[in-house]
């Protein structure tokens, strides 16, 4: 039998392409998000100016006490859900300081950190607090005043996705709260509540920092849930006259926690260097900086110094709800409250 | 020829009609085309040419645009000899299945870029298929430069196959085979003699691969990490730059990418007028006069 | 360089056999053209040879050597196809040194060499100034002799060509096959030309194998097949030819037509067909004959229309006084068919016949 086609592959075409497959996989050992000398933080959306500040604070003090040595700290901003998620998934994170202790709960529960990381620093691992605020436009031209408001007729509010962000999950709970300590709250108020104040959103963001560009950049909406910090920012200095702050008379205290990731410092080497970061959280010099970017600092010192910038709120905690693990099961698990009330 | 208005042929005055289209054409690309890279340089500049050329070297900037640039070069190579190959493949040969794959070879336009990183996600994630295991031998690939370049090379991968392949079924085997009959090697041939007769059609792919690469957001974003200095493209950096209130360094840097998209896109239409130019001598059948 | 192909078959997808048991000889120097219609399976059969296509079944040699895996790249044919095949983007020169250029370095000759040889075959193909030019400045006449020059250039001994004058217009295709088989006869190749056009082959190769659906019909030089045709399909598609059907009794060949004389011949008895050439067919002046008229001319030829009662057949004849009707036809000379087969004995024309005929004979014109 004659040959067949005239254009035959030989065996080069096949190593070729095994070549490249080798190629593929030797970059693939190249670079790594962490190295000896470099620390990741996977973090939450609104802390881009904290964290930019307060890394290279605390370079420049391990600089000073281990001889000079550099260590960059480097920080991966987004919702804190998709955060951890992307931790899961493999991110390289060294320290994650996300917006709630579920997200850092369930990154335990898959084994890659201690299962009792939230007693290993102070304050239940949490360096600074937030709560949660309004931001409207200036002169709050709309009367917004409290929570009841913002289901009034053509009211329009900017909050994120509870499933993605933090911040959203702490909003919805403070309106939850809030609505089930009215007079004759019941957990049926409080759903019919949060089904008419969703209803009232025009657009979820990821995260808390996407839906303050949505109100502040984009012009959208008429209030903006918020974190304090984000409110406070966008108030005081990206727009001085164009937005006032509001505090509802009953709002959540907020507590991000941090927490070092077990595996992943054990696998890069980092763990003292990441040990030494959290730590300089709750030093002085950083609770200083994080009133600076409207933080609150759990430092009693620095509170004190710190609070007249801050306004006063009267809060309750995720204790009161039940504590994370009840509530996220609850309400933003699948099929949870949340889904049942959202229906777009 | 007008099909709007009887106007003879030596009418040199429009009719309304006419005018009015033409108006509509102008403004349509206008807003659609024009306007955004006008607003995206207007707002770079707006502190000035140095804060906009100070923004572009911040480390940070620099390494989004290093890491960019590595992953366009090297999508633009990989894709580009694996497009050639399968272009190659599906125009000379007729075999069981051809159909599928020429179907196939169009998914990664007709996929949304967002569900694209997440399929590398499921097959490189730590909780995915494969993660853990390349993690144990030391091989990283989401949150790192290799997971970006696999984003890059599936959302670019179809531009040169479907660029090159109509052109190659068009031309037929016959040079291929007075090649091979003269004593050519399969890559001599493909090298010297179905290349070269493709070679327009190949740049325009190529190109097309670049912008493509360049800018791409969704699937990128996925399977990066957002870790500025390390796996942040360009199109991620304008992002983290936007969410962190730095306006003008995001446009600075939009304004960037945008520049060189638009390179790239003149050099595509250099090329098409070079190849067009060259067409009509192609053009010319095997009949002919003595 | 001599070809032998045994017993070749090729199926295609689908089922259909386009080669069906294929046997052919070509010996060393010889000319052959392979003709027929579209789809006989002549292009199948050169590709065959050439490695191209493979086969089902069946033996292919070239010198004696068996081509069984050896791919097409090694088998040192020179090929031109009908579309020529050029490289667009070389020029002539370098498509000519094609395949010089693409030896591997140990077996390569010089750039010098190479040169030269190209210089030689520009010479040949009588376009020594069109070195640098590229094929698209080229008429196709032009075309088709580079690409015979780039199929010579590696010195092969055996050419194949595809239908490699199809796309020339008349006048050029005449000066280029003469100038093919000139090339032959200098260079002293094997060459196998494919060709529907029978008037090509008959001009310029010595044996000619009729073709027809994948088999081989005929395979003689053409003054056999003209005299002895295999099949009246060999017949027709060598020229013009005319049916008359009819049947042989008492040795004489009946035809059925009206004024068409009987001849006498010795084949069986039976229905026969009897196929002849327009000028070969003579005329008789007969009372109870048809009528002839003139209808055209070419040359030195004439073509009179005959008149057979139910339909009217051309022949022709050298150009001659005009024709008196009433008229019969004189058609000994044909070729007898009997069940699409030949018989042949020998006919007898009417001037041989016995003397018992002539009553029933009429005179010559």
Known sequence: ?344 | ?290 | MSVLIENLTRHVAGGKVVLDNVSLHVPDGAFVALVGPSGAGKTTLLRAIAGLDPASSGHVEIDGRAMEGLPPRERNVGFVFQNYALFRHLTVARNISFGLDVRPRASRPSRAEIDAKVAELLALIQLPDLGDAYPQRLSGGQRQRVALARALATGPRLLLLDEPFGALDPMVRRAVRTWLRDLHDQLGLTTILVTHDQEEALDVADRLVVMQDGRIVQDADGETLDATPATPFVMEFLGETLRFPGVVSDGLFIPADTHVAPFSTNVAEGATEALIRPHEVTLLTDASGGTVKRVGRRGPLERLAVSLGERSVEIERPVEAPPSDPVVLEIAQARLFQNGKPVVEGNHPWSDAPAVLADVVPEPV
């Open chain 2, 1 to 290: 020829m007008n099909a709007l208005a009887p106007s003879s042929p030596d009418n040199a005055r429009r009719s309304p009609a006419e005018i009015a289209l033409i108006a509509a054409a102008y403004a349509i690309v206008g807003l659609m085309l024009v306007l955004p890279p006008v607003l995206v340089f207007t707002e770079a500049l707006r502190s000035g040419l140095g804060a906009a050329l100070a923004s572009i070297t911040d480390p940070d900037a620099l390494s989004a645009i290093k890491l960019t640039l590595e992953m366009t070069v090297a999508a633009v190579a990989i894709n580009t000899s694996f497009g050639v190959l399968a272009a190659w493949l599906l125009a000379k040969y007729r075999f069981p299945g051809r159909s599928v794959l020429v179907a196939l070879i169009e998914i990664p336009i007709s996929v949304s870029p967002v569900v694209a990183g997440l399929v590398w996600l499921l097959l490189f994630g730590t909780q995915g298929w494969w993660g853990e295991a390349l993690n144990r031998v030391g091989i990283t690939i989401a949150f790192a430069t290799p997971g970006i370049l696999l984003a890059t090379l599936f959302v670019t991968f179809p531009f040169v196959t479907r660029t090159l392949l109509p052109l190659m079924e068009q031309q037929g085997r016959d040079a291929e085979e007075a090649a091979t009959l003269l004593g050519a090697s399969f890559w001599r041939i493909l090298w010297g003699v179905t290349l070269p007769e493709a070679r327009w059609a190949l740049l325009s792919g190529g190109l097309l691969t670049t912008a493509r690469a360049m800018g791409e957001f969704g699937a990128v974003s996925v399977v990066s990490g957002h870790i500025p200095g390390l796996t942040e493209t360009m199109p991620l950096h304008i992002e983290t730059l936007y969410n962190g209130y730095q306006s003008v360094a995001a446009f600075s840097m939009a304004a960037l990418l945008a520049i060189m998209a638009m390179a790239t896109v003149g050099m595509r239409s250099l090329f098409e007028a070079r190849m067009r130019r060259e067409e009509p001598r192609k053009a010319e059948t095997a009949g002919g006069g003595a």
């Open chain 1, 1 to 344: 039998m004659t040959s067949s086609s005239p254009l035959t592959l030989t065996r080069r075409t096949l190593f070729g392409a095994a070549a490249a497959c080798a190629a593929l996989a030797a970059i693939g050992r190249g670079r790594k998000a962490s190295a000896a000398q470099a620390l990741l933080n996977v973090s939450y959306d609104p802390t881009r100016e904290l964290y930019a500040d307060i890394n290279r604070a605390f370079a420049a003090q391990w600089a000073s006490t281990h001889g000079g040595s550099a260590l960059a700290v480097r920080t991966s901003n987004g919702g804190s859900g998709a955060q951890a998620r992307s931790v899961l998934e493999g991110s390289p994170a060294d320290v994650v300081t996300l917006g709630l202790a579920y997200d850092v709960d369930m990154l335990a529960a898959h084994g890659l950190l201690a299962t009792n990381w939230q007693t290993r620093l102070p304050h239940n691992s949490t360096p600074f607090t937030s709560t949660i605020v309004f931001l409207t436009r200036k002169g709050n031209p709309k009367g917004i005043h409290g929570w009841a408001d913002l289901v009034r007729d053509g009211v329009q509010v900017v909050t994120p996705n509870p499933k993605t962000s933090g911040g959203a999950r702490w909003n919805y709970l403070a309106a939850w709260g809030w609505a089930l300590r009215q007079p004759g709250g019941t957990e049926d108020t409080a759903r019919a509540y949060l089904k008419s104040l969703f209803a009232h959103v025009p657009v979820l963001d990821a995260g808390a920092r996407g839906a303050t560009n949505s109100f502040v950049q984009r012009g959208l909406g008429d209030v903006l849930l918020a974190w304090e910090d984000e409110a406070l920012l966008a108030a005081r200095d990206l727009g001085p006259d164009k937005f006032d702050i509001v505090v509802p008379d009953l709002t959540i205290l907020a507590e991000p926690p941090v927490a070092l990731v077990d595996k992943n410092v054990d696998a890069h080497g980092t763990r003292e260097a990441a040990q030494a970061y959290l730590e300089f959280l709750y030093t002085p010099e950083a609770q200083k900086i994080g009133a600076k970017h409207y933080f609150r600092p759990v430092d009693p010192t620095a509170a004190a110094e710190s609070a007249s910038i801050f306004p006063a709120v009267k809060t309750f905690d995720i204790a009161s709800l039940g504590g994370w693990t009840a509530v996220q099961k609850k309400h933003f698990a699948s099929s949870g409250v949340f889904d049942q009330i959202y229906s777009k």
